[in-house]
């Protein structure tokens, strides 16, 4: 399989197989005009099998969407084909608008309007609930 190297955009890096489908649809790739490439299952040396992303267009990646799936993965920023930057994402402390409450008495569901935030509650378990019900994101 060849898959062309990108002169300007971003690729995700070190996603632990099988997570690069749900990245790609958070963090809303199918709605780009550029090419976008997910290779599923690489060997890794470092990680047995990893999943890779790479968008061949210089757009701004919500890290949070990133940390929330997969802590841990990395993010390229590549300019003129040479790497310029690299970020190790953590998970992030607040989730904002990234994933929706599932408590149909959240007032979320009743408020259109509000934003969806959840707070990580535990660090260790990958445990976000929502601030305004305590519901446990799933």
């Given at each position: 399989?060849?898959?062309?190297?990108?002169?300007?955009?971003?690729?995700?890096?070190?996603?632990?197989?099988?997570?690069?489908?749900?990245?790609?649809?958070?963090?809303?790739?199918?709605?780009?005009?550029?090419?976008?490439?997910?290779?599923?299952?690489?060997?890794?040396?470092?990680?047995?099998?990893?999943?890779?992303?790479?968008?061949?267009?210089?757009?701004?990646?919500?890290?949070?969407?990133?940390?929330?799936?997969?802590?841990?993965?990395?993010?390229?920023?590549i300019h003129g084909g040479?790497?310029?930057?690299?970020?190790?994402?953590?998970?992030?402390?607040?989730?904002?608008?990234?994933?929706?409450?599932?408590?149909?008495?959240?007032?979320?569901?009743?408020?259109?309007?509000?934003?969806?935030?959840?707070?990580?509650?535990?660090?260790?378990?990958?445990?976000?609930?929502?601030?305004?019900?305590?519901?446990?994101?799933?």
């Amino acid at each position: 399989m060849n898959i062309d190297s990108i002169q300007n955009g971003v690729v995700i890096d070190h996603i632990t197989a099988g997570r690069g489908m749900k990245l790609y649809d958070l963090l809303g790739l199918d709605k780009l005009d550029c090419s976008v490439a997910i290779i599923k299952n690489v060997n890794s040396g470092k990680m047995g099998k990893k999943d890779i992303i790479k968008i061949d267009a210089e757009i701004p990646v919500n890290l949070d969407v990133i940390g929330y799936v997969d802590p841990g993965a990395t993010v390229n920023i590549i300019h003129g084909g040479e790497l310029t930057e690299k970020r190790t994402i953590e998970m992030p402390e607040t989730l904002t608008n990234v994933i929706k409450c599932k408590n149909p008495r959240c007032i979320t569901s009743v408020e259109q309007e509000l934003d969806h935030i959840f707070k990580l509650t535990d660090k260790a378990e990958k445990v976000y609930r929502c601030i305004y019900c305590e519901t446990k994101a799933k």
